[in-house]
Every structure is written in C-alpha cells, then in structure tokens.
C-alpha cells in the first residue's frame, strides 16, 4: 500500500477581528399548567417566529409521523381550510413535523397577529380532531413520501447506520414502514394525542419584533388553559458504540458508494465540547478542512464530504458522511480513516486550529443573526435544558481551547477504531476493496 500525502494547504485570506457574541433581550416564564415561554427581542422586521416544542420520544413511530402531519388538519369548529385562512389574515402560518425526541410546531406571522396565531395554536393544542377525509390523504402521502425516501441511497445509508449506532435504542428506527402508516386511524391519533401532547415540559419560543414581557402575557393568555393528564415518556441514554467490522449494505448496481462513520461525541455542556467541535472543523466540518481538501480539492473522489456533531436528548454523535463513486469507495475510505487517524496522532497547526476557531464564532453569530435562526437556536437549547446565555459561554469556551485541548479530544473521539463504518453500494464491486482495509460483513439492503 502506498504512503498516503495530504495535500498542500490552500492560502485563505486573513481573517478579521472577531465581534463580541451580544444576546438579545428576552425574558421567560413558566406557566401553571408546567408549558415553559421564552420570548426573545429581535427586531429585524415586523414579523415574529413561533416554535413549540413537545417532548414526544418513545411515542409509536408510526402514529406519531401521522399526527405530526395532521395535528392541523381541523378542529371541532374549523376545517384545516379554515385555520389556514385565519392564519393568512395576520400573515402567518403553522406546520408540524416530528423527530425522534419531539414533536415540533413551526410558524410565523406579523408581531400584530401574535395574539391570534396563540389562540388558533391553543384552539389546535386542546381540540384537533383528526379527520377520517383528512387523515386520510396526509396518510396517502405519507406513505408517497416514505417510498420515495427507501429508493434512495442516502436515505437507506442512514437507516442502516442508525440501525448499526443504535442496536435496541429507540433512535435505532426513524422512519417507519408504509404498510405500518397504512394501518393508523383517526381514533388512534386522538388517543396519542391525549396522551402526549400536553404542557408537562414543553417549550414555547417566541422571537421577534416584541416586547418580551408582553408577548409572554399573550401566551399565558392563550395557553394557560391547555392542560392534559398525559404522562411523559423518558428515552434511555444512547448505548455506547461497539466498534466491529465495516458493515457492506449491498445495493447491486449502485454507480456510487455511501460512506457513514459515526464517532463518539459529547453533549453542548461537556467540557470537551468546544475542542472537540474545533476537532470536527479541522477534520471535516467545513470546506476548508482537511478531509474536504483530500478527497474533493485534491483526488475529487466526491463532491460533498461532511462531518458534523448530532446532538440528541438521549445523547450525541459525530456522523461522517460521504457519497462517492463506486471505482474509488476503497481510496476514498482509506484517506477518510488517515485523516482521522492523522488528526488523533499529531496536533493540528496553528494557523488551521485559528481558522477553524474563527469559522465555528462566526457561525455562532450568523445563526443568530435573523429571526429565523434565533427562533432555532433558542429552541434547540431550550429542549435540551439550556438558554441563550450559554451561548456566551461556549464562546468564551471556543475562543480559549488550545491547541493541546484539541489535540486531546481529537486523540479521545476521532480514532477510527471507537467508531462504526457502514457502505452502502455494489458489494460484488467494492468488498474485496475494503476486505484490504478493514474487515467486512454484508448483508441486503433492507428496504
């Protein structure tokens, strides 16, 4: 096997002072009925952002992704129709997704709509009815959804890593099967819905062009009344990794290869944390970093490498994700494990340490820099317990790790043997290529 070489390193511009982190104006409250308000001042434009969070982890898959779908499909006194026409007049919206720790309703609209979106929210909250006509058809798409999804290539990668990560864990499985989302009811939803969307632990943000004590005046108006006798659901911690063999998911015919490593990580609080999101920049984080220079800049072995820390209620990992062409799925996981592997043995250079340093503040301050971004950034913490004002802190935190710091948490979480690897592509083409590198069990792709 040849020495592997990095490439030589690109000549950035220099870079520029770095701004102090300021946080915005906000207040919070926590309600009677245990829903926790966080109102943050951003006045940018007159519009304002609506997040609420509800912990939702452990419901039954299936259920959970149609009332995610439904949740504003109607009421006892309006059709979904007709809270969509109420929300239009204050130029607004709501929508509702799921992941595997809650269930999330999203919207926006003007600052003097803000009573109005709460009350057409709370009228939602405590009386959505699920109807059988419209439960239907967001099945039907559903379901349309999921098949598309399961012919896809990174979508099947990620379910197989998940599925090699997880074990037993219920983040194991994410997406459910189209004949089990066949099988929901309206009457099941009703239950789900009254037994885990209640206040107990919620999270409300709102961010915009207000006045923070006055907007959480509107919410307790609103959503003081919602209350629910359901019972809340704690996710066991993630299981630790269990490094073994490269798990092939055999896609005959592929013309690409998926690459997915999963590391070990560390929650926002740790105190590895900022030296070890510096690790993940020099690595792989961002477009100037060494693993995109290998094997995009330098061989073109792909187009997008990435790698990022996932963080979840239950725990969080470093994902590694790559898609590139089925003749190079061998030298492309090889210089991925020798990036790794570089950056946990020898100490990344100042200068590359500095300019990943400046990328991880600037993004800091970017993300807060619309309504939008703070409005998810505030929730983001806010569901894992933290508040803006950490932000402050990891700041402080990103801005004094040395270099030894990073060092020593890329040696304790970037070594390729604490990791898991899964490859989805062609194994009559690709296993002999990584039997050389690692050992190899395959099985069929499962979906």
Known sequence: MTATTSPAPRTLPPLGPTR??????????????????????????????????????????ARGAVLSQTLLSGTADRSTIEIAAELQKVGGGLSAGLDPDRLMVSGAG???????????????????????????????????????????????????????????????????????VRAVRPAALRRLHAERVHPAGAVLVLVGDIRPEKALDAAEQALGGWDGAGRAVTLPPEPPLEPGPLLLVDRPGSVQSSLRIALPAVPRTHPDHAALQLANLVFGGYFSSRWVENIREDKGYTYGPHSMIEHSVA???????????????????????YELGRLASLPPEEEELEQARQYALGTLQLGMSTQAGLAALTTAYAGNGLRLDF????????????????????????APARGVTVVLGDAERIADPLGVLTEVRSEPVSA
């Not at 725990?315 to 494990?337: M, N, Q």
């Open 391 to 414: 932000l402050a802190e990891h700041a402080a935190r990103l801005a004094k790790a040395s270099r030894d710091e990073v060092a020593a948490a890329a040696a304790r979480y970037l």
């Open 315 to 337: 725990g969080s990992k470093l994902v590694v994700a790559a898609e590139v062409a089925t003749e190079v799925t061998g030298p492309a996981l090889l210089e991925t494990y």
């Open 110 to 180: 003007l600052v003097t709509g803000l009573d109005r979106i709460l009350e057409l929210l709370a009228e939602v909250l405590t009386g959505a009815a699920y109807p059988a006509d419209e439960v239907a058809t967001e099945r039907d798409r559903l379901i349309d959804h999921i098949q598309v999804a399961q012919s896809q290539p990174a979508h099947l990668a990620r379910a197989a890593l998940l599925k090699r990560m997880y074990g037993k864990h219920p983040y194991a499985v994410q997406t459910p099967e189209p004949e089990q």
């Open 20 to 61: 102090r982190l300021k946080l915005p104006p906000q207040a919070e409250r926590k309600l009677a009925n245990g829903l926790t308000v966080i109102a943050v001042r951003r006045p940018a434009v007159p519009l304002v952002e609506v997040r609420l969070w509800v912990p939702f982890g452990g419901a039954h898959l």
